[in-house]
Nanobody
């Protein structure tokens, strides 16, 4: 059974930094891509950043230049380094993985940016 387990969320002041981690287990041949979505109260889930097995990356305009996604293929782990956090970055961050036509989701980790 495939599982994605996130860690690293929490409460941070505006301008602060956090690093999220997501470890995938139960994957026989690895994931084609992994990424992060977030959902704020009253809003739809949105894509934040994605990295492919070829190390191509994508960022939402709202986080470009502040967030960095990276991965460790050997560990099936993806990281999201978030700098210069803003109150509008607050939400539940979900890890996402894709492999052979299947989508997988983590349980989510809360990120709150507030003074």
């Amino acid at each position: 059974q495939v599982q994605l387990v996130e860690s690293g969320g929490g409460l941070v002041q505006p301008g602060g930094s956090l690093r999220l981690s997501c470890a995938a287990s139960g994957i026989a041949f690895g994931l084609n891509s992994m990424g992060w979505y977030r959902q704020a109260p009253g809003y739809e889930r949105e894509l934040v950043a994605m990295i492919t097995e070829n190390i191509n990356t994508y960022y939402a305009d709202s986080v470009s230049g502040r967030f960095t996604i990276s991965g460790d293929n050997a560990k099936n782990t993806v990281y999201l380094r978030m700098n210069d956090l803003k109150p509008e970055d607050t939400g539940v961050y979900f890890c996402y993985g894709h492999s052979v036509g299947m989508d997988y989701w983590g349980q989510g980790t809360q990120v709150t940016v507030s003074s």
